[in-house]
């Protein structure tokens, strides 16, 4: 297990710096609230039918997953919930990376 410290240091933080995207990676003022809600005690086995996107196609379908995303926000507004779905209309925009001088 990786500690949630870590956990979010790996797929938040550190990539937020190393890309320069400074309204990203923590849970602050001005900051955009991109957060996901896990449940690290809920195991499955990702299927087809649990993928969102338009190709539902990973090397993952068949395999267990030891953890849950429960919730979704984007900027603040809830946009996926584990049981209602995907909720409401496209909000994501487009981040580009901005090289560093």
Do not use: W
């Not at 849970?27 to 809920?42: C, H, R, S, T």
């Not at 195991?43 to 995303?69: A, M, T, W």
């Not at 909000?91 to 901005?98: D, E, K």
């Amino acid at each position: 297990n990786v500690p949630v410290t870590d956990f979010v240091r790996m797929i938040a933080y550190n990539p937020s710096k190393r890309f320069n995207l400074p309204a990203k990676g923590e849970i602050a003022v001005g900051k955009d609230a991109d957060l996901i809600f896990v449940n690290p005690n809920e195991s499955y086995v990702l299927q087809k039918e649990d993928l969102y996107y338009r190709h539902q196609h990973s090397p993952y379908i068949g395999r267990e997953i030891n953890c849950r995303v429960t919730k979704t926000y984007v900027r603040g507004n809830l946009v996926f919930d584990l049981n209602e779905g995907i909720i409401g209309e496209p909000v994501g925009q487009l981040v580009t990376y901005n090289k560093k001088a």
